[in-house]
């Protein structure tokens, strides 16, 4: 959201003939973010700052010549909330520093002909992420995150359509759990314990590199949180 800042430095490499590609990264960051509440649209929204330092390491690898490749990843941040005021009842437990520190294990099978502007292909992936305590994390906590991507061409532009899903389990703080997420929905506006969310779009050749978009989507939020039975739908 406005006011994001932030600094971050990489490293990307490609090993046996690319069969194996690793990618480091560490970066502060601030970021800032509208709280609308558990409720979204009946509260009023809250600003709300993420002060993250921290860094990852990621090492894929290419299965056979086929188009699936696993990812292992490994992260470490520490981050510290603060709010634009007196921060709501209940995510008052989250404001302050939290130590996150865990690892995740991907697969995706990517069919698409160009990553950039494709025109016909699928690309699944799925992926689980677990931050504990045992490896220093402040809290407990595990995800689980499915995505479904398919382009095809129709008359002269290309059609995309795109499912997620995402659950999240433990008890970490408000801004890591899942939320709804497609053009037009401001990040962490409608989050939950589970979430999934469907997108269509139409990509028409206009001129050389330009190209008319249409777009539309849905999204559903559903959570216990802390004690308060949440369904939000966008």
């Known amino acids: 959201d406005g006011g994001s800042t932030g600094l971050v430095a990489a490293d990307h490499r490609a090993w046996k003939g690319g069969a194996w590609r690793t990618t480091a990264l560490a970066g502060d960051l601030e970021l800032h973010f509208a709280y609308a509440g558990i409720r979204p649209g009946q509260d009023d929204e809250v600003g709300f700052v993420i002060d993250a330092q921290g860094g990852s390491l990621e090492a894929e690898r290419l299965l056979g010549s086929g188009p699936n490749t696993l990812t292992l990843s490994l992260f470490s941040a520490q ?3 603060s709010f634009d005021g007196v921060p709501p009842t209940e995510v008052l437990e989250d404001v302050g520093s939290a130590t996150l520190t865990g690892v995740s294990l991907g697969w995706t099978r990517d069919t698409r002909d160009d990553v950039f502007l494709p025109s016909r292909g699928t690309a699944l992936a799925a992926d689980v992420t677990v931050i504990p305590e045992a490896l220093g994390a402040s809290f407990d906590s595990q995800s689980m995150a499915l995505k479904w991507t398919r382009y095809q061409p129709l008359g002269q532009g290309v059609l995309g359509l795109r499912a997620k899903g995402n659950a999240s389990f433990g008890d970490p703080p408000f801004y890591l759990r899942p939320f709804v997420s497609f053009r037009g929905v401001a990040a ?17 050749p206009i001129r050389g590199p330009w190209h008319a978009l249409v777009f539309a989507g849905s999204g559903q939020a559903r959570s216990d949180f802390r004690g308060i039975d949440v369904n939000s739908t966008v």
């Open 188 to 204: 962490l506006r409608y989050p939950g314990e589970t979430v999934v969310s469907v997108e269509a779009e139409y990509r028409h």
């Open 79 to 81: 981050a510290d909330v």
